[in-house]
């Protein structure tokens, strides 16, 4: 199977103005494609973090994806804020977003597990 890029997933999307809060991006799952792909890229590019995803009992509005350290502290604000940037950005920006502060400094070797 040929690996997708997170471009080629976004393609022609501009996603939904989605926020990052305390508990992380929450919306009705039909709104959360990009983010849930999205802050896949920014644990990896972050370095050890956890991505915690809610869904099946919750309300559909309570539906949603967090980046937690790996003490399972809430990611730190600025990192929250570029998260929520990511997310967000129509794929034609996403590049140049990622492309930024903190992102390029903190660009190393990464590994992302997918458990299902």
Same mark, same amino acid.
């Given at each position: 199977?040929?690996?997708? /890029?997170?471009?080629?997933?976004?393609?022609?999307? *501009? +996603?939904? +103005?989605?926020?990052?809060?305390?508990?992380?991006?929450?919306?009705?799952?039909?709104?959360?494609? *990009? #983010?849930?792909?999205?802050? $896949?890229?920014?644990?990896?590019?972050?370095?050890? *973090?956890?991505?915690?995803?809610?869904?099946?009992?919750? +309300?559909?509005?309570?539906? $949603?994806?967090?980046?937690?350290?790996?003490? $399972?502290?809430? &990611?730190?604000?600025?990192?929250?804020? &570029?998260?929520? /940037?990511?997310?967000?950005? +129509?794929?034609? /920006?996403?590049?140049?977003?990622?492309?930024?502060?903190?992102?390029?400094?903190? #660009?190393?070797?990464?590994?992302?597990?997918?458990?299902?």
């Amino acid at each position: 199977k040929r690996r997708r /890029r997170a471009e080629e997933d976004d393609e022609d999307e *501009t +996603p939904p +103005p989605l926020r990052y809060g305390t508990a992380g991006f929450r919306a009705d799952a039909s709104l959360l494609g *990009t #983010a849930m792909r999205r802050v $896949g890229i920014v644990a990896a590019l972050r370095g050890p *973090t956890g991505v915690m995803v809610t869904a099946s009992h919750n +309300p559909v509005a309570d539906n $949603g994806c967090k980046i937690v350290d790996p003490s $399972g502290e809430m &990611l730190e604000a600025a990192w929250e804020t &570029l998260a929520e /940037r990511v997310a967000t950005a +129509p794929a034609s /920006r996403l590049r140049d977003v990622l492309s930024e502060e903190p992102f390029c400094s903190a #660009a190393k070797p990464s590994v992302v597990i997918v458990g299902r």
